[in-house]
């Protein structure tokens, strides 16, 4: 009898397992699983707007809608959907992008803006008072001076990966054009707007690859400036005013501020009831409601610039926020001049990095692990990432660290000529070991302590698939708070990497853990967009 209820036992044990193993595959599923159904209404998001998806989801389900909503980068969403991703709706940032979509592969109609969102710089409002700005008129060319002059530093989403960070840098370099009606790539390739702009990108003292990410890394770092939208400001402030802080005080440079309009579109696949579920889906955005949650949120939803009436509990007036004005809106350029701005930033105006890559080559890697890890390297150090933009300047500089049971060698890379020979290297090594994760960390570190801040930018980017079992963190935290400078470790996990290890990691150096568990060449793309 005793025998039985063992077995019995055992096989409730096993049954539970595989229940947890099913589990934490299907909570881990990938993009790629989504598979589109005629009984469900699909949205397709710029996760800008996450901030309202209970109140969309409850309106849905209050009107028989069976909504499924996705949230991606924008940028992201026009590739996704120009590879026949299909979905009913799209929601955007910025209308900028809509024309990134092939419209010979997608039929968008009855698109409408839902609200008004400028991108603007937030300083802290000491610092506004020390330059001056709180007490005059400001224009892009006064931010810029500030920046030459060694006077103001500031964050900003990544220009190439972000719509905040692209809407940014294409508003100062249409004001420093002049604001001419139409910016043209002739006007790209004048050498002092080019010389303006390189001055201006010099202030930048840690990009991001999304929006919500910068906002929680400004938060619990120690900047004095960020360039993002003005909903965030407003976010970051009410964040700052609960731990006492000194908040930020908006700037809107009269010659100009870029503005994202929120866009969203119907996606024609035929289908009657859809379009009907759009309508009403639509209807509730721009209704009363709708209005008011967006608002709520910091969203403008008034145009012309003017209404005395925004609740001043989130327009907050000490912030520097004026909504008693007319905003000069920055006019856009055309699909072909963005892309070409783009790419003269991401190849020539941004500030230059000193990135140190920490490469687990312990012996689990071996097989797929160790093949796709060289997949990834070879998509970044090759002219693989100059599809996505994400390829290295001439004047980055580029160091990688090995690592199985020990940490010691650095295989370094100052120019893009060299790119081919640190890939042969990194090709070159076999898997071996067990797992020295805190003194690869510690070297990378080391490695960065004295570069010089004010002409790179510093970020270690960690991949493991394993615990690590050599050192201890006590150790590699001495060493950081001892170096006492700001360089984020953004680590990505995969196989069975733990996260515990990688989370604490991050929040010492207000970094970000990324999951390659299941792309490991997807998380090493993104993770180039934070640095």
Same mark, same amino acid.
């Given at each position: 009898?005793?025998?039985?209820?063992?077995?019995?036992?055992?096989?409730?044990?096993?049954?539970?397992?595989?229940?947890?193993?099913?589990?934490?595959?299907?909570?881990?599923?990938?993009?790629?699983?989504?598979?589109?159904?005629?009984?469900?209404?699909?949205?397709?998001?710029?996760?800008?707007?996450?901030?309202?998806?209970?109140?969309?989801?409850?309106?849905?389900?209050?009107?028989?809608?069976?909504?499924?909503?996705?949230?991606?980068?924008?940028?992201?969403?026009?590739?996704?959907?120009?590879?026949?991703?299909?979905?009913?709706?799209?929601?955007?940032?910025?209308?900028?992008?809509?024309?990134?979509?092939?419209?010979?592969?997608?039929?968008?109609?009855?698109?409408?803006? !839902?609200?008004?969102?400028?991108?603007?710089?937030?300083?802290?409002?000491?610092?506004?008072?020390?330059?001056?700005? !709180?007490?005059?008129?400001?224009?892009?060319?006064?931010?810029?001076?500030?920046?030459?002059?060694?006077?103001?530093?500031?964050?900003?989403?990544?220009?190439?990966? !972000?719509?905040?960070?692209?809407?940014?840098?294409?508003?100062?370099?249409? #004001?420093?054009?002049?604001?001419?009606?139409?910016? !043209?790539?002739?006007?790209?390739?004048?050498?002092?707007?080019?010389?303006?702009?390189?001055?201006?990108?010099?202030?930048?003292?840690?990009?991001?690859?999304?929006?919500?990410?910068?906002?929680?890394?400004?938060?619990?770092?120690?900047?004095?400036?960020?360039?993002?939208?003005?909903?965030?400001?407003?976010?970051?402030?009410?964040?700052?005013?609960?731990?006492?802080?000194?908040?930020?005080?908006?700037?809107?440079?009269?010659?100009?501020?870029?503005?994202?309009?929120?866009?969203?579109?119907?996606?024609?696949?035929?289908?009657?009831?859809?379009?009907?579920?759009?309508?009403? =889906?639509?209807?509730?955005?721009?209704?009363?409601?709708?209005?008011?949650?967006?608002?709520?949120?910091?969203?403008?939803?008034?145009?012309?610039?003017?209404?005395?009436?925004?609740?001043?509990?989130?327009?907050?007036?000490?912030?520097?926020?004026?909504?008693?004005?007319?905003?000069?809106?920055?006019?856009?350029?055309? #699909?072909?001049?963005?892309?070409?701005?783009?790419?003269?930033?991401?190849?020539?105006?941004?500030?230059?990095?000193?990135?140190?890559?920490?490469?687990?080559?312990?012996?689990?890697?071996?097989?797929?692990?160790?093949?796709?890890?060289?997949?990834?390297?070879?998509?970044? =150090?090759?002219?693989?990432?100059?599809?996505?933009?994400?390829?290295?300047?001439?004047?980055?500089?580029?160091?990688?660290?090995?690592?199985?049971?020990?940490?010691?060698?650095?295989?370094?890379?100052?120019?893009?000529?060299?790119?081919?020979?640190?890939?042969?290297?990194?090709?070159?090594?076999?898997?071996?070991?067990?797992?020295?994760?805190?003194?690869?960390?510690?070297?990378?570190?080391?490695?960065?302590?004295?570069?010089?801040?004010?002409?790179?930018?510093?970020?270690?980017?960690?991949?493991?698939?394993?615990?690590?079992?050599?050192?201890?963190?006590?150790?590699?935290?001495?060493?950081?708070?001892?170096?006492?400078?700001?360089?984020?470790?953004?680590?990505?996990?995969?196989?069975?990497?733990?996260?515990?290890?990688?989370?604490?990691?991050?929040? =010492?150096?207000?970094?970000?853990?990324?999951?390659?568990?299941?792309?490991?060449?997807?998380?090493?793309?993104?993770?180039?967009?934070?640095?």
């Amino acid at each position: 009898m005793i025998e039985k209820k063992l077995k019995l036992l055992d096989v409730l044990k096993w049954v539970f397992i595989i229940l947890v193993f099913v589990s934490i595959i299907s909570s881990h599923k990938k993009q790629d699983d989504y598979e589109y159904s005629d009984n469900v209404f699909s949205l397709l998001s710029s996760s800008e707007n996450k901030i309202i998806d209970s109140e969309i989801k409850k309106f849905a389900k209050d009107n028989g809608i069976d909504i499924r909503i996705e949230y991606d980068d924008t940028l992201k969403i026009t590739k996704r959907l120009n590879n026949l991703e299909k979905y009913d709706a799209l929601w955007l940032s910025n209308s900028i992008w809509m024309y990134m979509i092939d419209t010979n592969k997608v039929k968008i109609t009855d698109t409408k803006s !839902t609200s008004i969102n400028p991108i603007v710089l937030g300083i802290r409002k000491s610092k506004a008072d020390e330059l001056g700005f !709180t007490s005059r008129d400001i224009y892009t060319q006064d931010l810029v001076n500030a920046v030459m002059e060694g006077k103001l530093k500031f964050t900003m989403s990544n220009p190439v990966t !972000t719509n905040s960070g692209a809407s940014a840098y294409l508003g100062v370099l249409s #004001t420093l054009a002049g604001n001419p009606e139409i910016l !043209t790539k002739e006007m790209l390739e004048n050498a002092e707007l080019k010389e303006k702009l390189k001055s201006f990108l010099s202030g930048v003292e840690r990009s991001s690859g999304s929006e919500d990410y910068l906002e929680e890394a400004f938060v619990k770092g120690d900047y004095e400036a960020i360039f993002t939208y003005e909903s965030s400001i407003i976010n970051i402030n009410k964040e700052l005013e609960k731990d006492n802080k000194d908040p930020l005080y908006v700037i809107y440079p009269i010659d100009g501020v870029s503005v994202s309009d929120s866009p969203i579109g119907y996606i024609d696949q035929k289908n009657e009831s859809k379009k009907k579920q759009y309508d009403k =889906l639509l209807s509730f955005l721009l209704g009363k409601k709708g209005q008011k949650v967006l608002a709520d949120y910091g969203r403008r939803t008034w145009y012309g610039g003017v209404n005395p009436d925004a609740d001043k509990s989130v327009f907050n007036p000490d912030w520097g926020i004026d909504t008693n004005r007319y905003i000069s809106y920055v006019k856009y350029p055309s #699909t072909s001049v963005i892309r070409e701005a783009l790419l003269l930033y991401q190849t020539g105006l941004r500030k230059p990095i000193h990135v140190v890559f920490c490469l687990d080559y312990s012996s689990s890697m071996y097989g797929e692990g160790y093949e796709q890890l060289i997949d990834a390297m070879d998509y970044l =150090l090759t002219d693989r990432a100059t599809v996505d933009m994400l390829q290295f300047s001439s004047e980055d500089i580029i160091d990688v660290i090995p690592f199985g049971s020990e940490a010691n060698e650095v295989w370094h890379s100052s120019s893009i000529d060299e790119l081919p020979s640190l890939l042969d290297k990194i090709k070159g090594r076999e898997p071996n070991g067990i797992t020295a994760l805190y003194p690869a960390a510690t070297k990378a570190v080391e490695l960065l302590k004295d570069e010089d801040r004010n002409k790179y930018n510093t970020s270690v980017i960690l991949m493991t698939d394993g615990a690590g079992n050599v050192g201890t963190f006590r150790e590699f935290k001495n060493t950081y708070m001892e170096i006492n400078k700001d360089i984020p470790i953004y680590s990505i996990m995969f196989a069975s990497a733990s996260r515990d290890q990688l989370d604490v990691m991050a929040d =010492l150096s207000n970094g970000k853990v990324f999951d390659g568990r299941y792309a490991l060449v997807d998380a090493f793309m993104e993770v180039r967009g934070y640095n």
